[in-house]
């Protein structure tokens, strides 16, 4: 599972990247719907603050 933080700045680059739209956007930051979550890693890879930690 992965986490995104508060170092989340709100970009919208993960949203995009997420092939199953698991990432939506909240409040302060960026959530993850960890049923629809595929654990694929996109999201890490394209995030340029490193907001996205693994759980």
Same mark, same amino acid.
């Given at each position: 599972?992965? &986490?995104?933080? !508060?170092? %989340?700045?709100?970009?919208?680059?993960? +949203? $995009? +990247?997420?092939? !199953? !739209?698991?990432?939506?956007?909240? +409040? #302060? &930051?960026? !959530? *993850?719907?960890?049923?629809?979550?595929?654990? %694929?890693?996109?999201?890490? $890879?394209?995030?340029?603050?490193?907001? *996205?930690?693994? #759980?």
């Amino acid at each position: 599972m992965f &986490q995104i933080t !508060n170092r %989340c700045v709100k970009c919208g680059a993960c +949203e $995009s +990247e997420c092939p !199953n !739209n698991a990432i939506y956007e909240g +409040e #302060k &930051q960026f !959530n *993850i719907d960890y049923k629809k979550c595929l654990v %694929c890693g996109n999201c890490i $890879s394209v995030c340029p603050n490193n907001a *996205i930690d693994e #759980k």
